[in-house]
T-cell receptor, first 109, second 116 residues
C-alpha cells in the first residue's frame, strides 16, 4: 500500500496562512491525493483532492509536486475553527482510504 | 451535518455481549464504508459495500464482526462476543462512486462503543 508521511503537529497564528506538508514517495500513477480533517468529537470531513494539477476550492488549496511524491495543503487564512487533525490520504484502488495518524493543527489567537 | 446518520451515538456493553450499529447513508450514494478509530489514531478501514454487495473486508474484520447492507440502503455492523479491545469509535461513510475518479466520502458522527 502506498503510504503518506506527515508531521505529527503544527502550530499557526490566527489569520495567517498554513502550509501542511505530506510526503508520498511510493504513490502510483492512478492514486488520487485526498485531504480530510477531523474536528474534535466529529467524523472526518472532506477538504480537497487532486491527481496531478493544483486544485483550489472554498476551503483550501492543494499544491502537488511535479513528480507527485509530495503535496501541500494550504489554508489561506487560518481561523480557530480550523484547529483539527488533518489527514493526507492516497485513494487506494479508488475504493477504501488508508488513514495515517495525521497532523494536529493548533491555531493560536 | 453531512447527511450520514449513525445510531446509537454511544453504546456501553459488557464483555461477551453482542452489539449492532446502524448507519443511514446519503440516499443517492451507492457506496458505504465502515471504519474503526481508537484514541489518538486515524480511522482504520473495515469494509465497504457497493449497493448491497460487500466488496472488500479488512483483515481487521475478525469472524466476530459482520456487516450487511440489505437493499443497498442502510447498513448494520454487528460485533458478537465483544471484547475490551473492541472499544472504539465506529465510523460510517458514504460516497457516490462512478467514473473512475477519486470521490469524497461523507462521514457520520460515529458510534462510540465502550466494552466493560
Amino acid at each position: 500500500d502506498a503510504k503518506t508521511t506527515q508531521p505529527n503537529s503544527m502550530e499557526s497564528n490566527e489569520e495567517e496562512p498554513v502550509h501542511l506538508p505530506c510526503n508520498h514517495s511510493t504513490i502510483s500513477g492512478t492514486d488520487y491525493i485526498h485531504w480530510y480533517r477531523q474536528l474534535p468529537s466529529q467524523g472526518p470531513e472532506y477538504v480537497i483532492h487532486g491527481l496531478t494539477s493544483n486544485v483550489n476550492n472554498r476551503m483550501a488549496s492543494l499544491a502537488i509536486a511535479e513528480d507527485r511524491k509530495s503535496s501541500t495543503l494550504i489554508l489561506h487564512r487560518a481561523t480557530l475553527r480550523d484547529a483539527a487533525v488533518y489527514y493526507c490520504i492516497l485513494m487506494y484502488n479508488n475504493n477504501d482510504m488508508r488513514f495515517g495518524a495525521g497532523t494536529r493543527l493548533t491555531v493560536k489567537p | 451535518d453531512t447527511g450520514v446518520s449513525q445510531d446509537p451515538r454511544h453504546k456501553i456493553t459488557k464483555r461477551g455481549q453482542n452489539v449492532t450499529f446502524r448507519c443511514d447513508p446519503i440516499s443517492e450514494h451507492n457506496r458505504l464504508y465502515w471504519y474503526r478509530q481508537t484514541l489518538g489514531q486515524g480511522p482504520e478501514f473495515l469494509t465497504y459495500f457497493q449497493n448491497e454487495a460487500q466488496l472488500e473486508k479488512s483483515r481487521l474484520l475478525s469472524d466476530r464482526f459482520s456487516a450487511e447492507r440489505p437493499k443497498g440502503s442502510f447498513s448494520t455492523l454487528e460485533i458478537q462476543r465483544t471484547e475490551q479491545g473492541d472499544s472504539a469509535m465506529y465510523l460510517c461513510a458514504s460516497s457516490l462512486h462512478g467514473g473512475g475518479r477519486g470521490v469524497e466520502q461523507y462521514f457520520g458522527p460515529g458510534t462510540r462503543l465502550t466494552v466493560t
